[in-house]
């Protein structure tokens, strides 16, 4: 019986692995056929060519540095930016979420700068920081690591990318705290700042993960439409534009398949940190 | 545990001098939740307070409790009766944290207090245990039972060495043998402790059987229609006259309080 389920169980999985998997091999098949076909490959470069990028990722292209090196940049800057959004945007969603005054001050600002894209933001803070990085800032000049590439304008746009989602998730979550809870910390002795540590925290924290990862997915958008535009010198977005433009098809290719590779692998990761942290969720008692 | 009261009987805990209660409702109409109430509750008394849904009773607790204030007369608190550090509150709902485990919502107050984890923790433990909970430190609240999370949420209360314990209907959602175990708990503990206890129900024989005093509430609006002082030997017994004869005297305070 065990072992006959068991077997059950194994061959069911490898069913819908195979269901998930076909459409894609399909997918690749033609196209390796089309391309192959076509005879093209700096419009329609095939499947193998592509695969042959990302086998040699630290493979150096011209003046632009290799995928992984590019990768790595990009992922610098998204974080910088996003643990800076992370701060900010849930520090200031739970003031605002407490304390009435500070929400109606706030809020109408917010609503003005929200619905800008983050991307508009580029040519400004460039202009504002030049191309200054992050060791300049610390008083170094040059610092021949990857830290030479995280420009604090890059960094800027990626914080305006996190920033909103966290914020208006964090507000939403603090917003709808239970009183009891409020109540409750405050009867055992909790001061008002260890009411907003110990409950307006925790008690929102669903909310606040969601957001986290709402704008993590939205800092990496972010980071690779800055990285395409005029003045960029590095990063996966800035190497997929290179290649483009030297009509190099197969490493564009490779370039996004990267990208959505790092998209999805971002946003399972804040799936299982949510998973972790927040399992009372909708269990209330 | 507090020799400055437990000799001294007649202390004050709370007194409430023609307190009324009017909530403007969202709609703009004023609801009138308490008319007039006078109450006095002194040390180591463990009065119940029983009245029909609605007439006022968790207004009485929050008013105690500091989360509201009066809008008529004067409510005063005895000397000692600090809210924040000596007032426990068992809610009706919302009893624990749900982010935190049995052991981290037992230990809340004193890390509130800036205890040490260790010492905070050790404590904990043993009110785990002195409520039944041995074994139990690591779950969630929405891991535990009714009757379970009821013995944490009185743990919780009891972390504070509270001298007035605020309780609004706390075992109204257990069933018979659980609400039976939980009050024989909470019986002694108040024998342990000499802490005072204002308990809410709507429970006449859970009234009659716990207190020192039933306080028969009335209302809308919430006023004290009559007050008995139950002063059977304990453990109690139900089926013994005197207290099936109390039971039938609080029925009829009750019905005749009722609008
Ligand atoms: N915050 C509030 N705002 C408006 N009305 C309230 C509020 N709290 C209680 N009331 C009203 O006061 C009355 C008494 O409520 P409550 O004290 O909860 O009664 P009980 O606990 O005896 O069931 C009810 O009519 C209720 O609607
Ligand atoms: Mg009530």
């Known amino acids: 019986m065990e072992t006959a389920k068991h077997t059950e169980n194994r061959s069911g999985r490898l069913i819908s692995l195979l269901t998930a998997a076909a459409p894609l091999l399909v997918l690749l098949l033609v196209w390796q056929l089309a391309a192959v076909r076509l005879g093209r490959p700096w419009i329609f470069p095939p499947v193998t060519r592509v695969l042959e990028q990302l086998a040699h990722p630290l493979r150096t292209h011209y003046a632009s540095g ?220 | 545990m507090r020799p400055e009261f437990a000799s001294d009987a007649n202390h004050t805990i709370l007194q409430l001098d023609d307190v009324g209660k009017t909530f403007r409702s969202d709609a703009g109409a004023d609801v009138t939740a308490l008319a007039s109430v006078d109450l006095t509750i002194r040390q180591g008394e463990f009065v119940t307070l029983v009245g029909a849904t609605g007439c006022g009773k968790t207004t009485l607790l929050d008013l105690a409790a500091g989360i509201t204030e009066p809008s008529a007369g004067h409510l005063r608190r005895g000397s000692g009766v600090r809210l924040g550090q000596s007032v426990a509150y068992v809610f009706q709902h919302y009893t624990l944290f749900p982010w935190r485990t049995t052991l981290t919502n037992v230990a809340f107050g004193l890390q509130m207090r800036g205890i040490g984890r260790r010492q905070a923790r050790t404590c904990a433990m043993e009110l785990l245990a002195r409520v039944g909970l041995a074994g139990f430190e ?83 609006p919430g006023r004290v229609v009559r007050q008995f002082d139950i002063d059977l030997p304990r453990p109690r017994d139900r089926n013994m006259k005197p207290f099936t004869n109390l039971f039938l005297d609080v029925r009829q305070a009750l019905a005749g309080g009722l609008d």
């Open chain 1, 66 to 285: 290799s995928l992984l090196g590019n990768t790595s940049v990009s992922l610098l800057r998204v974080l910088i930016g996003f643990v800076l959004a992370a701060v900010v945007g849930i520090s200031l969603g739970v003031l605002m979420g407490s304390a009435r005054f500070v929400r109606r001050t706030v809020e109408p600002l917010i609503e003005i700068l929200r619905p800008l894209c983050p991307i508009a933001w580029l040519p400004f803070a460039i202009a504002v920081f030049k191309l200054r990085t992050v060791p300049q800032l610390f008083g170094l000049a040059y610092t021949r690591t990857v830290w030479d590439q995280v420009q604090l304008g890059m960094i800027f746009v990626i914080f305006v990318g996190g920033f909103f989602p966290i914020l208006t998730n964090t507000l939403d979550g603090v917003t709808g705290v239970r009183r009891s809870y409020v109540l409750l910390a405050r009867t055992l002795g909790a001061s008002p700042a260890q009411v907003f540590r110990h409950v307006y925290l925790p008690a929102a924290m669903p909310q606040i993960l969601t957001g986290l990862r709402q704008g993590l997915g939205l800092c990496w958008f972010v980071i690779i439409a800055a990285e395409m535009m005029i003045g960029s010198d590095s990063g996966i977005g800035y190497l997929l534009m290179y290649a483009a433009d030297n009509a190099a098809m197969d490493l564009v290719v490779a370039a996004m398949f990267i990208i959505g590779i790092v998209g999805a692998s971002l946003n399972f990761l804040m799936r299982r940190v949510m998973h972790r942290f927040v399992s009372w969720k909708g269990r209330e008692v």
């Open chain 2, 138 to 220: 690591k779950g969630r609240p929405h891991e535990l039972s009714g009757g379970m999370r009821q013995r944490a949420a009185i743990a919780q209360a009891l972390a504070i060495e509270p001298v007035l314990l605020l309780m609004d209907e706390p075992f109204g959602a257990v069933d018979d043998a659980t609400r039976a175990e939980l009050q024989r708990m909470l019986v002694d503990l108040w024998q342990d402790r000499g802490m005072t206890i204002l308990f809410v129900t709507h429970n006449i024989d859970e009234a009659i059987l716990l207190g020192t005093r039933v306080v028969v509430f009335g209302g809308p």
